[in-house]
């Protein structure tokens, strides 16, 4: 997946400014920066959520925006916070969504067996029939992922995953999204607030600040004491643990 | 549950039969009394199947326009859409003084599909945060187009023909004057065939696009499909509210919100909520009897009061009657629902 030049303005104002990068297949890559940096719209604008003023996203060597709806939705899946939690589904209601651009609202012996296989991987079996506006918000984000793996997609474009959770849930969905690309081989990209998790668990980091890209890298590259302070303008200090740089920031 | 309430709608429809003004007894239909045929014909089973389309169709409307719209408070009452069919009415009462049945239905549909789009996209482009200001809008809204249709009225003395239109009944249904109604049944049966994507766009735009559904396309079909549902009820029997409201809630209550598992279940019961208010209308003061919509009227706002203070005692968890000690029995209707599907 290519992005080139992409551009998006409210009100005259670029909010995403010409920005290029490449997502890695097969890698974490996470996208952090400050509030109001561009990072979510970027994601939008690469899920085909949002609609770029200029530039382009090349999905497979062709144009996102040429790309049929549902032949899209069997090869990326995008997460955002904005979904109707109100709705009275049932776990297993919900994750049957994912086979919807495979085979509309008739489930096959195959679709029922993905969600089956999605539903054992996220640890939801005893949550099955129950319904999502009763569950912890743990539990329903993983419901929402384990959808997700049963739209059975190479890409998955997370918007901030960890949102709304407390530090057990959030670090749990941070091991759920590394399990997404090592066991399932999936791409995963994710707009992240915490930049220990992303520091942690990604393996490609690209940091924006106002709309433009300020740094792109592997993990090491990216979360330097220099990069960081320029990137938030406070100070950091940088400690190795597990052989990865995790940051203090005050 | 769903047996059931085919078995309680079925004996219902039965007894509907043989309540009126002037006895029919079975045995003498058997008989081949001539008469006693004329009025079953003309009258009774127009009667009985326009309560039956009504109940389905209104209950089926409000049903689509709380998913589409991702709020329990709104229906065909509370959207506006019974008051845009009633002006399409009174359009027509002014400009085609001779129109037909259908001339008039022509009218209601493109009115209601109007009142209700600008009605949704007023509600989209505002974005309220409070789930209770979205049918209150509607409610005004639909006041002012009902103030609108009122003024028009008194204007060209047209009051007395269009209060037909203004408050429901069933009393005019005879052959050759309701069969408009019957349009309930297709349009019922498409609402079902797109039950999922219902459901995916009632779970919102960037839900909808991530499964590569079209979310304007199926919200501006849902929407059509409803206000269609509504012109085509409220032409033939005039306005009746509530059971878009109460009838798609409770049975949420129990079913949960899949469409394909709750929509036969919906319809069933507002047949029945409307058939027990019609024969409730019938007896009370025979051999006059009431206007259904002022049986409606209070028997809904008490069913709505209740659930209004049941949400707010037991919080919008506890929606499903009986908590936590149900759960099991709820698990257990949601494995038929999975059942039906496959």
Known sequence: ???????????????????????PKGKVLSLIGPNGAGKSTVMGMISRLIAQDAGLVAFDGKDIAKWK?????????????????????????????????????????????????????????????????????????RAYIAMVIAQDTEYVLLDEPTNNLDIYHATNMMKIVRRLCDELGKT?????????????????????????????????EVMTKENLSEIYHVDFEILEIEGKPLSIYY | MTLILAV????????????????????????????????????????????????????????????????????????????????????????????????RAVFAFITAILGTWIFVWFIQRIRFKDVVMVPLVGIMFGNVIGGVTNYLAYKYEMTQALSTWLVGHFSLVIKGRYEIVWLVVPLVILAFLFANHFNIVGMGKDFSKNLGVHYNFVLIMGLTIAAMITASVVVVVGSISYIGLIVPNV??????????????????FGAIFVLVCDMIGRVVIMPYELPIELIIGILGSIIFIALLLYRLQHGRKAVRLGGAGTSGCAAAVSHVGGGEEK
Request: net charge negative.
């Open chain 1, 1 to 23: 997946m290519i992005i080139e030049k992409l551009t998006k303005k409210y009100d005259g104002k670029a909010v995403v400014d010409s920005v290029s990068f490449e997502i």
């Open chain 2, 251 to 268: 049975v949420a209550m129990f079913k949960g919100d899949k469409i394909r598992g709750t929509l036969v279940d919906t319809a069933l």
């Open chain 1, 188 to 220: 995963v990209v994710l707009v992240l607030h915490e930049i220990n998790y992303a520091a942690f668990y990604s393996d490609y980091i690209c940091a924006f600040v106002d709309g433009r890209i300020a740094k792109f890298g592997t993990v090491e």
């Open chain 2, 8 to 103: 309680c709608l079925f004996v219902l429809s039965g007894a509907s039969l043989f309540v009126g003004v002037i006895d029919i007894e079975p045995a003498s239909l058997m008989t081949g009394d001539a008469r006693q045929w004329e009025i079953f014909i003309l009258s009774r089973l127009p009667r009985l199947l326009a309560i039956l389309c009504t109940g389905v169709g209104m209950s089926v409307a409000g049903l689509i326009m709380q998913q589409l719209c991702m709020n329990k408070f709104v229906s065909p009452t509370t959207g506006a859409t019974i008051s845009s069919a009633q002006f399409g009415i009174l359009l027509a009462l002014l400009f085609m003084p001779g129109s037909t049945l259908w001339g």
């Open chain 1, 69 to 141: 709806s549902k032949e899209l939705a069997k090869r990326l899946a995008i997460l955002t916070q904005t979904n109707n939690i109100q709705m009275k589904l049932t776990v297993r209601e919900l994750v049957a969504f994912g086979r919807f651009p495979y085979s509309g609202g008739r489930l096959n012996e195959e679709d029922e067996e993905l969600i089956d296989k999605a539903i054992e991987y996220m640890e939801l079996e005893e949550f099955e029939d129950r319904f999502i506006d009763e569950l912890s918000g743990g539990q329903r984000q």
